[in-house]
C-alpha cells in the first residue's frame, strides 16, 4: 500500500511538472501576434526579454508583481522571451521555475525581432 501511495505521488508530481513547463514558441511576430493579441477589452502588457539581459532580468519582478495588482482587471501579461531556441530547456525554464514566475510566457524565436 505504502509503494503505491509514492508511486501514485511520483507520477502526480512528475506530470505536474511537465505540464507547468510547457511553452508555446513561435518562428516569426505575426503569428505570435495572431494567436495572442486580441481586438477585445482587454489590454495587453507585453515585455519582449531574455534570460541573458540582465536589465530584464531585474524588471521581471516588477511585471509579476503587477500582475498580481491587476488580477482582478481586464489585463493580460504576456512575457515574450527572446531566448535562444536551443536554450530554452536548459536556461529559460529551469530560470522561470527558479524564479516562480506565473506570468503567460511565449519564446519569440524570430531572427528578425529588432
Not at 75 to 101: A, G, M, R
Request: glycine letters at 2%; charged letters at 25%.
Amino acid at each position: 500500500m505504502k509503494g503505491r501511495i509514492l508511486f501514485s505521488l511520483f507520477l502526480i508530481f512528475f506530470f505536474s511538472g511537465l505540464h507547468a513547463q510547457s511553452i508555446k514558441s513561435y518562428e516569426n511576430f505575426d503569428d505570435l501576434a495572431k494567436d495572442n493579441f486580441k481586438n477585445n477589452d482587454t489590454t495587453y502588457v507585453i515585455n519582449f526579454w531574455a534570460t541573458w539581459c540582465k536589465p530584464c532580468v531585474k524588471e521581471l519582478p516588477f511585471f509579476e508583481a503587477f500582475k498580481q495588482k491587476v488580477s482582478d482587471e481586464k489585463i493580460k501579461i504576456i512575457l515574450v522571451s527572446l531566448d535562444f531556441k536551443n536554450q530554452v530547456e536548459s536556461h529559460l525554464l529551469p530560470f522561470l521555475k527558479k524564479n516562480k514566475y506565473s506570468s503567460e510566457t511565449l519564446v519569440l524565436t524570430d531572427k528578425d525581432y529588432k
